[in-house]
């Protein structure tokens, strides 16, 4: 962080008390590991006794996710880590099978665990009424198993990370074009287990649209689903496993639908007269089918907050030029192409722009739309950053149709602020269908160093009530349910679809052991 955006958060937020840097692994007390010696050994029988860790640094590295509250109980620990009683790294579906025989057997809670990034409570490590709980980590399940082109099928391992995953389509001439925020470390299940949606979903469409085939592992045997594109053989089952959170199964590979990677991109920037117009222009593009691949609209604060961030005599230019083209309240919109060549994405521009103009949009050009591409994966560091300084920063999600959308960003908006003191709330439209869109918002306040999680979970609670109130909105567009959602659910899927999910549980996990504490 250099001094000028210090400055620049001071004077939004206040000026943070204390700063904390992670506490390191060596200086936490670890409770010894639960697991039964018989289970232990009959895991190491599967996988490897190399292949069992039971190390506290082990079990630290896989105690939550990446949500503020977890990155604040690393700096925190007096908060209450959740610690597993081993880590587990099957190398097959096969030993992912037999790995959750034994924990059949010896009433083992089982967690998940892809990328880690869940910012939901996902991957806490919780027992439920188990005696012990692993994590069982999908790292080494990281293989390209098949590529049908002419069908554009790939049957990819469930621990594929998103690089990855890109680098070996792409060395076939493909592309999964899911690239969300979390894209760097997140894996293929975890897509799948969360119904991702990446900064690309206008054009290649979200995480469950993609998905084809999954093949799971469950306490009752092994669950493959999807033998063609479509099919009226009843309710599509295949969805039931994509967004289960991992409680009704590992997913161990899952089939998506893949494209011929883009031969040509080009992002560019436009500024909108106010959140009306902006909004207005979006559901415009959206309605006429004229999206973007990527297509975000950043709110006047968060246009701002990167306008002041940006910094320098340039961006004091575009101010000066932006207000001299009648824009007073500038909203950022981001639209990025990717084609089979730069004449078809001039084609479709060309078509965005007789959109964009008739709302007063000012095309900004490459450049800016080529900053945002450059700094797409930066968050994580950033947030890491102001945490250190002592920065309460966090995100959350929601959609709703367009009719409500307004409504909706007021009253979280308000909730947020009349929940924390001083916050900046920012927002934008992240993805958008012909129906309505979704809202993203980042929250920043000085953290309160006497109750830092209270200070959250209050305003978190605000805002989730303000979206679940009269079903306003989801309680998440693409974050997922885990633990922190699973209040909302019921609210919104009512109590027969809770027990839908329940019953769908039972059936594949008579015991529980599955992601104890998550979904429902
Ligand atoms: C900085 C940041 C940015 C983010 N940006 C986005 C974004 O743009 N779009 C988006 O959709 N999400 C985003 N997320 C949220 C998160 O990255 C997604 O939910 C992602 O899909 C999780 O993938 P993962 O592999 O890390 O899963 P994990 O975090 O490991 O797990 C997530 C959930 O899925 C379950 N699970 C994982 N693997 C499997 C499996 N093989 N079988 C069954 N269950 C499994 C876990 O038990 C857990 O409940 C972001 C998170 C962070 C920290």
């Not at 006794?49 to 503020?68: F, I, K, M, N, T």
């Not at 925190?76 to 597993?84: A, Q």
């Not at 929250?443 to 006497?450: F, G, I, Q, T």
Request: glycine share 12%; with cysteine.
């Amino acid at each position: 962080m250099t001094p000028k955006v210090l400055r620049w958060l001071a004077e939004r937020i206040g000026t943070p008390g204390a700063s904390a840097s992670v506490v390191p692994d060596a200086a936490l007390e670890v409770p010894s590991s639960s697991l039964p010696r018989r289970t232990r050994a009959g895991l190491a029988a599967v996988v490897g006794a190399e292949h069992v860790l039971v190390d506290p640094a082990e079990r630290l590295g896989r105690c939550g996710g990446l949500s503020y509250l977890d990155l604040l109980r690393r700096r925190r620990p007096e908060l209450g880590l959740t610690v597993p009683d081993a880590v587990v790294l099957p190398a097959d579906p096969d030993q992912v099978q037999r790995v959750l025989d034994v924990c059949v057997e010896g009433d083992i809670g089982v967690v998940p665990f892809g990328g880690g990034t869940s910012v939901v409570g996902g991957v806490t490590a919780l027992r439920g009424d188990k005696e012990a709980v692993i994590v069982l980590d999908l790292a080494r399940l990281d293989r390209l198993v098949s590529l049908d082109p002419d069908s554009r099928v790939a049957v990819l391992q469930a621990g594929v990370r998103g690089p990855e995953a890109e680098r070996m389509l792409g060395d076939r001439g493909f592309t999964l074009g899911h690239v969300p925020q979390s894209f760097e470390r997140a894996t293929i299940g975890g897509f799948a287990a969360t119904r991702s949606a990446g900064q690309a979903s206008s054009g290649y469409g979200r995480f469950e649209d993609m998905v084809v085939g999954v093949r799971l592992a469950t306490p009752r045997g092994e669950w493959r689903l999807g033998v063609a594109p479509a099919s009226a053989a009843g309710p599509d089952l295949r969805q039931l496993a994509v967004g289960s959170e991992g409680t009704l199964g590992v997913l161990t590979e899952v089939a998506v639908r893949v494209r011929p990677a883009p031969a040509a991109e080009r992002y560019e920037a436009f500024a909108l007269d106010g959140w009306q117009r902006g909004t207005s222009a979006v559901r415009e593009l959206a309605q006429r089918g004229l999206l973007a691949d990527v297509t975000r609209l950043s709110d006047p604060d968060e246009t701002d907050s990167s306008l002041a961030l940006a910094g320098g005599w340039k961006t004091a230019l575009l101010r000066r030029y932006l207000r001299g083209r009648g824009i007073g309240e500038p909203c950022l919109l981001v639209l990025g192409w990717h084609g089979a060549s730069a004449r078809e994405i001039a084609r479709r521009r060309r078509a965005a722009i007789r959109v964009l103009r008739p709302e007063g949009a000012v095309a900004l050009g490459a450049a800016v739309g080529e900053a945002w591409r450059r700094g797409r994966f930066a968050g994580p560091r950033q947030r890491d950053a102001l945490l250190d300084l002592g920065v309460c920063v966090e995100t959350l999600e929601t959609a709703t149709y367009w009719s409500r959308l307004d409504e909706l960003r007021d009253r979280v908006r308000a909730a947020l602020r009349d929940s924390l003191d001083h916050p900046l709330v920012l927002c934008h439209v992240s993805h958008a269908y012909e129906t309505g869109a979704s809202l993203y918002f980042t929250v920043l306040a000085v953290r309160d160093e006497a109750d830092p999680a209270g200070q959250w979970e209050r305003a978190k609670r605000a805002a989730s009530e303000a979206i679940a109130d009269g079903s306003l909105g989801t309680i998440t567009h693409h974050h997922a349910v885990g633990t922190d959602h699973a209040p909302y659910l019921r609210a919104e899927i009512g109590d027969l679809g809770a027990d839908v999910l329940a019953a769908a549980r039972r059936a594949v996990d008579p015991t529980g052991i599955l992601n104890p504490g998550k979904l429902v």
